[in-house]
């Protein structure tokens, strides 16, 4: 294991707890290995953990793969937040109170995300026993979820396959929407002939013009 030494602090163990620090020192041991990867930025990631040493890791994982990394230990600061700050993917953790692993936590704030933030994609941190609880987010519209302790390399490509599979989706979203734009021109606004351009039904167009 890497023996982790900060000017004028000491070693990692000197910051945390041993736990903590000894958790901290394997991750940072694993990513020394998985860093030499070359991946484009992927705008701004937030953490939310209470584990101070998670989200330490987490920052210095993931620091060549955001242009900006924000770490919160408290879920209750999760929404203003994200209303007030442009947030490309979240990393949530399924529990916040001291004993308590139920998961239901997580799940609270995956739905309270879901609904006040669709179109950002969150990403589950569970532990192994708890990986029903994580299945269980997924069917609550979560993209996908970790389990600690965590593989870097495995952590990486998971949340660059989150983000790459939603950008192409924001992208067909994009070119639809074009289409359509593009049809309702041609008809001077007419629903029906619109509509008969793109292959749809009136009512579809409706829906689709509708969602957005």
């Known amino acids: 294991m890497i023996p982790l030494h900060f000017p004028g602090k000491g070693t990692v163990h000197d910051l945390f707890s041993d736990a903590q620090g000894a958790m901290f020192s394997q991750y940072f041991s694993i990513f020394a290995s998985s860093y030499t990867l070359i991946m484009e930025k992927y705008g701004t990631l937030l953490a939310v953990d209470d ?27 999760l929404i203003k937040t994200m209303e007030r700050e442009e947030v490309n993917l979240v990393v949530l953790d399924m529990n916040f109170s001291l004993g308590v692993n139920s998961g239901q936590e997580g799940l609270f704030w995956l739905r309270a995300l879901r609904k006040r933030f669709p179109t950002v994609p969150v990403v589950l941190l569970t532990a192994y026993a708890e ?24 952590l990486m490509h998971k949340l660059q396959d989150v983000l790459q599979k939603h950008n192409s989706i924001e992208k067909l979203d994009t070119v639809e929407a074009e289409h359509i734009r593009h049809a309702l021109d041609v008809s001077h606004g007419n629903m029906s002939k619109a509509a008969e351009l793109l292959g749809i039904t009136r009512q579809t167009l409706y829906n689709r013009l509708k969602r957005k």
Do not use: C, H, Y
Request: proline share 4%; no cysteine; charged share 25%.
């Open 131 to 154: 990986v029903n609880l994580a299945v269980r987010g997924l069917k609550s519209g979560a993209a996908d979820f970790i389990v600690k302790p965590w593989d870097n390399d495995e």
């Open 51 to 77: 584990s101070q040493a998670i989200l330490t890791a987490l920052r210095m994982t993931l620091g060549a793969m955001f242009d900006r990394i924000l770490t919160l230990d408290n879920p209750e600061l």
